[in-house]
T-cell receptor, first 115, second 113 residues
Framework: GAVVSQHPSWVICKSGTSVKIECRSL??????MFWYRQFPKQSLMLMAT?????????EQGVEKDKFLINHASLTLSTLTVTSAHPEDSSFYIC???????????FGPGTRLLVL | GNSVTQMEGPVTLSEEAFLTINCTYT??????LFWYVQYPGEGLQLLLK?????DKGSNKGFEATYRKETTSFHLEKGSVQVSDSAVYFC????????????FGSGTRLSIRP
């Protein structure tokens, strides 16, 4: 149980295009999901907290108009990287809040390469 | 706020060697402490956790003891395998929100056959 999936697993796009990444909790409902980005050989950086039915809360320094988050249901959150540029190339990981306190379940990640 | 600091890698060991990856924390109170593992090309998996001082978390032969005297949560394994090659992250909830987790910088572990 407690499986989180992400789609796509990797994507290559041209500079200036937008890319949507989906994060799904497959066998449980997640009121809260989190989006992280990870640069090569670095730790995870929390980008935003996504709450079902409400606006996402962005961490300091993360552009909310650049990284659009939608959490329309208890099993799906999406991250859209708008007008992507090469510096947006990264590994994006989502996680979903588990039933037990302080438990998060992580997706396998999406590798984005912007040319 | 809470923070975790872990030893920098990479760490390279031979199979069956003893492993220690150091992690220390600074926190208000005594938050839960976690070790996550990230295998190549994958997301993070919770390896083990401890919710209070003196607790020992264990899983897959790995252990870590929550020591408030030294504010540490070092990860240990008595005999590593090639399949343990991964990046290991020490982590803790933030002070402001138990739902948010802060991660250490990660330690890359490589095991030679």
């Amino acid at each position: 149980g407690a499986v989180v999936s992400q789609h796509p697993s990797w994507v290559i796009c041209k500079s200036g295009t937008s890319v949507k990444i989906e994060c799904r909790s497959l066998d449980f409902q997640a009121t809260t999901m989190f989006w992280y980005r990870q640069f090569p050989k670095q730790s995870l950086m929390l980008m935003a907290t996504s709450n079902e039915g409400s606006k996402a809360t962005y961490e300091q320094g993360v552009e909310k108009d650049k990284f659009l988050i939608n959490h329309a249901s208890l099993t799906l959150s999406t991250l859209t990287v708008t007008s992507a540029h090469p510096e947006d190339s990264s590994f994006y990981i989502c996680s979903a809040d588990g039933v037990a306190q302080e438990t998060q379940y992580f997706g396998p990640g999406t590798r984005l390469l912007v040319l | 706020g809470n923070s975790v600091t872990q030893m920098e890698g990479p760490v390279t060991l031979s199979e069956e060697a003893f492993l220690t990856i150091n992690c220390t924390y600074t926190a208000t109170g005594y938050p839960s402490l976690f070790w996550y593992v990230q295998y190549p090309g994958e997301g993070l998996q919770l390896l083990l956790k401890a919710t209070k001082a003196d607790d020992k978390g264990s899983n897959k032969g790995f252990e870590a003891t929550y020591r408030k005297e030294t504010t540490s949560f070092h990860l240990e394994k008595g005999s590593v395998q090639v399949s343990d090659s991964a990046v290991y992250f020490c982590a803790s909830p933030t002070y402001s929100s138990a739902s948010k987790i802060i991660f250490g910088s990660g330690t890359r572990l490589s095991i030679r056959p």
